[in-house]
């Protein structure tokens, strides 16, 4: 079977999926649990993106020379 994302809640006894899917007994599953309330994935995405800023900031720094269209050069 291909790999699904489907979305399920929790209700206090057993994970419930919000829709219908057609799964056989046993069929092996891989469950991710996401916070409640997005604080953590929001935090987690803020930290990503700070550190994307920063290396972009090492690898374009004031020192790195501005390229013009003359410094491109066509590969025949």
Known sequence: MATVIL???FDGKHIVLD??????T???L???VLS???D???RE???WAHLAAQSLARAYGDSEPEYT???VKERS
């Open 7 to 9: 979305k399920a809640h």
């Open 19 to 24: 829709e219908p899917f057609d799964l056989s």
């Open 26 to 28: 046993n069929s092996p």
């Open 30 to 32: 891989m469950v991710t």
């Open 36 to 38: 409640a309330n997005g």
């Open 40 to 42: 953590a994935i929001d």
């Open 45 to 47: 995405r803020a930290e």
């Open 69 to 71: 269209l003359a410094d």
